[in-house]
């Protein structure tokens, strides 16, 4: 089930490095944008076709209109907040690593 909304890649990582203390800008359009960290210039996201898939869609939107209706379901979860526990447990994950 997906919320009916649309999220891309530089949004989602525009989340995921904030919610990680990253300050990040976009440069650049297509195979040569990169995600710089404002405070100290370095590049932290590249484009690679590498991780394109053979079939790419530009756009992929659930409808969650039916499980709604019938179910009565409703997302709980925003995009903002899902982004930010992924990455608080992929921290807390990483953190437990390196204290072991």
């Known amino acids: 089930i997906g919320t009916g909304e ?9 989340i995921a490095f904030k919610e990680a203390g990253f300050d ?3 440069e650049g359009e297509g ?3 990169r995600g710089i ?5 370095k590049t ?3 484009v690679s076709k590498k991780f394109f898939r053979p079939a790419e869609v530009n756009h992929l939107l659930a409808d969650p ?3 709604m209706a019938k179910l009565g379901w409703k997302p709980r ?10 990455v608080k447990a992929d921290i807390e994950r990483c953190e437990k ?3 072991n």
């Open 6 to 14: 649309a999220h891309s890649v530089r949004e989602f990582a525009t």
């Open 24 to 26: 990040i800008e976009w």
């Open 31 to 33: 195979m040569d944008e």
């Open 37 to 41: 960290d404002r405070k100290t210039g």
């Open 44 to 46: 932290l996201v590249i």
């Open 65 to 67: 209109s039916k499980a």
């Open 77 to 86: 979860v925003s995009f903002q907040q899902l982004v930010s526990m992924m």
């Open 97 to 99: 690593i390196i204290s």
